[in-house]
Every structure is written in C-alpha cells, then in structure tokens.
C-alpha cells in the first residue's frame, strides 16, 4: 500500500497526463491545456490572481526551454512554487494561533 506522499506524487502524475493527453504531444501542455488544468484543478489560485492575463505569464514563466509547452519538469516548478507559498501561509496561520493562546 503506497504511502501518503507516494499517493500525492501519484495524483500529481495523473492530473498532468490527463490534460496532456487531449491535444497533440501527451508529454507535454500546451496553453490550452494548462489553462484548463489551473482552471479546474487550481481554480482557487487563479480566482485569487487580479491579472486577467495570468496563465499567458505562468506558461512563458514555466516554459524553460522555450518550446511553447510545459513538460512535467517544468510543472513540477509550478506546484513546487504554490506548495511553498501555501507552506508559508500555513506558518503564518500557526503563529497567529499561537499568539491567540
């Protein structure tokens, strides 16, 4: 039975695959494809960005090696960024609790 953090890695795999898989190269998202991901698998954090053009930045920011797509690389750079900012706010959450007692 895989571990908790085994099963996380494993759902991270298979929510890239599945938007991947929709058009052209399964390897990789196009923006299309990323847009629909973040749409529905990080609708918060997009709902929070004031800019309107936010996906357009985060694709030219992940795509590292400049090929108009994101492989899982380069995806991994987006969760490891959003992980440690959720990091950060749950820290700071753990203060003010803290402060409260």
Known sequence: MPSELESCMESLIKVFHRYASKEGNSNSLSRRELKELMENELNTFLKSQ??????DS????????GDGEVNFEE???????????????????????????
């Not at 004031?50 to 996906?55: C, G, L």
């Not at 490891?80 to 609790?97: D, F, N, P, R, T």
């Open 50 to 55: 004031k800019d309107p053009a936010a996906v």
């Open 58 to 65: 985060i694709m030219k920011n992940l795509d590292t090696n």
């Open 75 to 101: 995806f991994v750079s987006l969760v490891v960024g959003l992980s440690i900012a959720c990091e950060q706010c749950y820290q700071l959450h753990m203060k003010k609790q803290q402060a409260m007692k």
